[in-house]
């Protein structure tokens, strides 16, 4: 079966501070993967999606990046975090032939 | 803009009741939809999904309802329990594999 991973699960980070988030999903090949972000008592809002090795693409504007260096890997990075930046941000994948998305457990992640 | 809204933040019921949550869609060319729990601290799990060929489909404890017409959502949960509670989202496909999600509603359970 299908499993998807991120770490770190809790994060605190100064302002100005660099980023990386990891997400991994294993079962699978060849994923769309997704990356989300959660204010407090928020809704969802995509970040990244990528349907494939080194294909990223970038919803809204703002300091964070991703990459997609392996298949079943997605990276979300930042040069320098804002305190804006602060919220859960978790990670989904589909098979591709399908909608419907499943999401790993997330990362809280606060700067100060 | 296209977007996906819920009519009640906030749902409490009792211990035993149905439960009824629902999602208004903007998007009349959307053609697949589904429910998401949320608890407290996790990522979001799926319960439930519909496809805009059907006006109801049936799971464990809990139904979806489209009604194509007025572009309503609903998702009913029969027998609601404490661990029912939760915060629920409903998201509609947009097209390039993504999902639009609503804001969410939050169920509380009461013993």
């Known amino acids: 079966s299908q499993t998807i991973h991120q770490w770190p699960a809790t994060l605190v980070q100064p302002v100005g501070s660099p980023l990386s988030l990891e997400c991994t999903v294993e079962?699978?090949?060849?994923?769309?993967l997704y990356w989300y972000r959660q204010a407090a008592g928020r809704g969802l809002q995509l970040l990244f999606y990528?349907?494939?090795?080194?294909?990223i693409s970038s919803e809204v504007p703002q300091n964070l990046s991703a990459s997609r260096p392996q298949d079943r890997q997605f990276i979300l990075s930042s040069k320098k975090l804002l305190l804006s930046d602060s919220g859960f941000y978790l990670c989904?994948?589909?098979?591709?032939?399908?909608?419907?998305?499943?999401f790993g457990p997330g990362t809280r992640l606060t700067v100060l | 803009g296209e977007s996906v809204g819920l009519h009640l933040p906030t749902l409490s019921v009792q211990e035993g009741d149905n439960s009824i949550i629902n999602c208004a869609y903007s998007?009349?060319?959307?053609?697949?939809f589904i429910w998401y729990k949320q608890e407290s601290g996790k990522g979001p799990q799926f319960i439930i999904d519909?496809?805009?060929?059907?006006d109801k489909r049936q799971g464990q404890r809990v139904t979806v309802l489209l009604n194509k017409t007025v572009k309503h959502l609903s998702l009913q949960i029969a027998a609601t329990q404490p661990g029912d509670s939760a915060v629920y989202f409903c998201?509609?496909?947009?097209?390039?594999?993504?999902?639009?999600f609503g804001k969410g509603t939050m169920l509380l359970v009461s013993p």
């Open positions: 990528s349907v494939g090795i080194g294909q």
């Open positions: 989904a994948w589909t098979s591709g032939t399908t909608d419907t998305q499943y």
């Open positions: 079962g699978t090949s060849n994923p769309n």
């Open positions: 998007n009349s060319a959307s053609d697949y």
């Open positions: 519909i496809r805009s060929n059907m």
């Open positions: 998201a509609e496909n947009r097209g390039y594999s993504t999902l639009t």
